[in-house]
């Protein structure tokens, strides 16, 4: 079997640990440190695809991983173990540089579940996963495909040009902020105003990932 991590002599069951540390990372899991932290990160790592990994899912994963094989004298000697699924254990994953993709002043990427939408000022693009330079947070990718219409004739559209009084001005400057508000790179010299009406911002949030604060409960 490729992917045994452990030596059986009748009874006995020893996990050789630079065999587990490959398996791990073979099947996407990996370590890295987040900028400015001295903790790592476990991740899990399907292509260029990130989600956030835990010990406990580490452990799930490798025990119906054994479960599977019919491996049941392994998967009960690792399923009583004190020390495989430790923090202390797991740190000798491989550590990995992660290099995040992100908008950029003239570039923004929108993922979805069919590719990453790259969108400039000369227009939209579809581009798949394996061609992207860079990895992408699962959690961040909009949970349908995106599809390219004809039209760009929409509700929200015409609730833009409605708030703005058909004033061909008021609605470049609401499109604007708009683009703005979507693109997440932000240059600290220009900012913009972001308060955001509640229509707005549920229609952004089909888009981005967005939090609210509450400056209310804020004094300053």
Same mark, same amino acid.
């Given at each position: ?8 002599d ?19 899991? =990996? ?20 989600? &956030? ?5 580490? /452990? ?18 690792? =399923? ?5 699924? *430790?923090? !202390? ?18 570039? !923004?990427y ?27 947070? /699962? ?25 703005? =009084? ?8 609401? &499109? ?7 693109? *997440? ?6 900012? /913009? ?6 229509i ?16 209310? /409960?804020?004094?300053?």
């Amino acid at each position: 079997m490729d992917d045994k991590f452990w030596e059986q002599d009748g009874n006995k069951i020893k996990i050789v640990p630079h065999d587990y540390g490959k398996f791990l990372h073979k099947h996407g899991f =990996a370590k890295y440190y987040p900028e400015g932290s001295k903790k790592p990160t476990y991740v899990y790592i399907q292509e260029n695809k990130v989600s &956030e990994s835990s010990v406990d899912l580490i /452990k799930d994963f490798v025990l119906n991983y054994l479960k599977d094989k019919e491996e049941m004298d392994v998967y009960d000697f690792c =399923a009583k173990s004190v020390y495989l699924f *430790t923090e !202390s254990h797991l740190n000798m994953l491989e550590s990995i540089d992660m290099k995040i993709l992100q908008d950029t002043r003239d570039v !923004s990427y929108i993922p979805f579940l069919n590719g990453v939408v790259q969108v400039t000022k000369d227009g939209i693009e579809l581009i798949s996963y394996i061609d992207v330079d860079g990895y992408i947070w /699962k959690e961040q990718i909009i949970k349908r495909d995106f599809t390219r219409l004809n039209s760009h004739d929409n509700n929200f559209q015409d609730f833009v040009h409605k708030v703005s =009084a058909q004033d061909d001005e008021r609605i470049r400057a609401m &499109e604007s902020t708009l683009g703005y508000l979507i693109h *997440t790179f932000k240059d600290k010299t220009d900012q /913009k105003p972001e308060g955001i009406h509640i229509i707005l911002k549920h229609n952004l949030n089909s888009l981005r990932h967005i939090v609210v604060i509450d400056l209310v /409960k804020y004094t300053f």
